[in-house]
């Protein structure tokens, strides 16, 4: 078939085959290759990846380091039901990890993807401290599962028409500082968000009820909002006080993302609980729920468990993925190429009142789209013209935010200057043709 055809054979299958629930996904770009910071399309065209698989692809798409080691656990055992076997990868990938995780998160529950790390999270909580309550964020996201879906409020049409979810779920103001009611300074938006909290200590669940805090260090899907610098400071100092758990979510910002290995890291701040996935094997499916040895071993055999959790291969790739971001130097490679970034997408922002903020850390990064002069009213339109004109030049960058106003920017840790001004100019040649208002 020509390249042609095959883009419309592609084309034409997905809407007969695939749940039309995806469908506000995009751009559903058929894509034949993917190599490095590319993706080669069915089109014949060559696209900067700026959205590395929404943060999976973070070493690069097919690392060859990566597809060495998987190929090789590939011929040697796909797969190893752990608890019926047990396999070298998955050791290895266990010390591997506690290298780089922060100080005693030194034991893992292994799933397959981010939704069952956040699962694991909160049946390991409310398991050892015999708690039923969570305090999530409004905002967050943490996956589509039950539970999952439980804890997230990004956009209540996640949660349309599945209720009752798990009960025991409560959710506090996230502080983003750009959209405060208080007022848009870092002290508000912190102020916001404790108060809320106290305002469900006294009138929804005591402290002494609430299991654990589950939180994103820096919030992914809601638009990569960068909290106030003490915000996990005063979670752990309340966790501290009222013996409860603090979960971190990393999926989306762990794996050298922002520069550190973990977005907590940024901050300073030591977590109970870890849920990690996406960027952890380079695209295998791989997820998994960390907490201390003291706190996991209180999990007793037979209460949580999984067939495919762990697999060789994903474990092997999981190896590698960490050994490349070591080798290659890429958390500095992160904060200087972020860098680069965030100053050419201030100096836009300079030009175009459209974008309301830039924000985020390493090479998370993001704009929000607002209509100039109206109060910072979200702007998806524009920011859903702005990635379809970026498309059509040759750049993958992707949607986030609770209205769809955020354009987030997700490029592979080993992106070069040259790529980020290439990006750079196309978004300015999208922004210049955008409607002002
Ligand atoms: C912070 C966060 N947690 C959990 C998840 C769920 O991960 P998965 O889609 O692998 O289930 C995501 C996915 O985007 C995420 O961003």
């Keep these: 078939m020509k390249p042609e055809q095959v883009l419309l054979h592609m084309a034409r299958r997905v809407p007969r085959v695939l749940a039309p629930s995806l469908a506000e996904d995009w751009p559903k770009l058929p894509v034949l290759k993917a190599e490095g910071v590319y993706l080669y399309a069915a089109d014949g065209k060559r696209y900067l990846d700026f959205t590395s698989g929404i943060g999976v692809t973070n070493i690069g798409h097919c690392h060859p380091r990566v597809v060495a080691a998987a190929t090789q656990q590939l011929q040697a055992m796909i797969h190893s039901a752990v608890g019926v076997t047990i396999h070298q990868s998955l050791l290895e990938l266990c010390e591997a990890l506690t290298e780089v995780l922060?100080?005693?998160?030194?034991?893992?529950?292994?799933?397959?993807?981010?939704?069952?790390?956040?699962?694991?999270?909160?049946?390991?909580?409310?398991?050892?401290?015999?708690?039923?309550?969570?305090?999530?964020?409004?905002?967050?996201?943490?996956?589509?599962?039950?539970?999952?879906?439980?804890?997230?409020?990004?956009?209540?049409?996640?949660?349309?028409?599945?209720?009752?979810?798990?009960?025991?779920?409560?959710?506090?103001?996230?502080?983003?500082?750009?959209?405060?009611?208080?007022?848009?300074?870092?002290?508000?938006?912190?102020?916001?968000?404790?108060?809320?909290?106290?305002?469900?200590?006294?009138?929804?669940?005591?402290?002494?009820?609430v299991a654990a805090f589950l939180v994103e260090p820096i919030q992914g899907e809601g638009g990569y909002i960068v909290p106030p610098e003490d915000f996990l400071a005063s979670l752990r100092s309340l966790c501290d006080e009222h013996g409860i758990y603090l979960i971190i979510d990393e999926v989306q910002s762990?794996?050298?993302?922002?520069?550190?290995?973990?977005?907590?890291?940024?901050?300073?701040?030591?977590?109970?609980?870890?849920?990690?996935?996406?960027?952890?094997?380079?695209?295998?499916?791989?997820?998994?729920?960390?907490?201390?040895?003291?706190?996991?071993?209180?999990?007793?055999?037979?209460?949580?468990?999984?067939?495919?959790?762990?697999?060789?291969?994903?474990?092997?790739?999981?190896?590698?993925?960490?050994?490349?971001?070591?080798?290659?130097?890429?958390?500095?490679?992160?904060?200087?190429?972020?860098?680069?970034?965030?100053?050419?997408?201030?100096?836009?922002?300079?030009?175009?009142?459209?974008?309301?903020?830039?924000?985020?850390?390493?090479?998370?990064?993001?704009?929000?789209?607002?209509?100039?002069?109206?109060?910072?009213?979200?702007?998806?339109?524009?920011?859903?013209?702005?990635?379809?004109?970026s498309l059509e030049r040759g750049l993958v960058a992707y949607m986030a935010g609770t209205y769809g106003q955020v354009v987030r920017f997700i490029p592979p840790l080993i992106v070069e200057a040259e790529h980020i001004d290439q990006a750079l100019g196309i978004l300015e040649e999208g922004l210049a043709r955008l409607p002002a208002g």
């Design 102 to 209: 922060p100080p005693k998160m030194d034991m893992f529950f292994f799933g397959n993807s981010g939704a069952e790390a956040v699962e694991g999270a909160i049946k390991l909580a409310r398991y050892v401290s015999r708690r039923p309550g969570i305090i999530a964020f409004e905002g967050g996201f943490h996956g589509r599962s039950y539970g999952a879906a439980s804890v997230t409020s990004v956009k209540s049409k996640y949660r349309d028409h599945y209720e009752p979810f798990v009960p025991g779920v409560y959710f506090a103001p996230y502080p983003y500082t750009f959209r405060c009611p208080l007022g848009s300074t870092p002290e508000a938006a912190l102020e916001w968000t404790l108060q809320g909290i106290q305002r469900i200590f006294q009138h929804q669940i005591p402290p002494s009820q």
């Design 254 to 389: 762990g794996f050298g993302r922002t520069g550190q290995m973990f977005a907590s890291q940024l901050f300073g701040v030591q977590p109970d609980i870890m849920a990690i996935a996406k960027g952890i094997a380079s695209g295998f499916p791989l997820g998994a729920t960390v907490a201390s040895r003291k706190l996991m071993s209180q999990w007793t055999a037979g209460a949580h468990g999984t067939t495919f959790g762990g697999n060789p291969v994903s474990c092997a790739a999981g190896v590698a993925t960490l050994q490349v971001i070591r080798d290659e130097d890429l958390l500095s490679h992160c904060r200087e190429m972020g860098a680069r970034f965030m100053q050419g997408l201030r100096s836009l922002q300079s030009k175009y009142p459209l974008i309301g903020e830039v924000r985020g850390a390493g090479l998370m990064l993001a704009m929000e789209m607002v209509f100039p002069g109206e109060e910072k009213k979200p702007n998806p339109k524009a920011a859903m013209k702005l990635l379809e004109m």
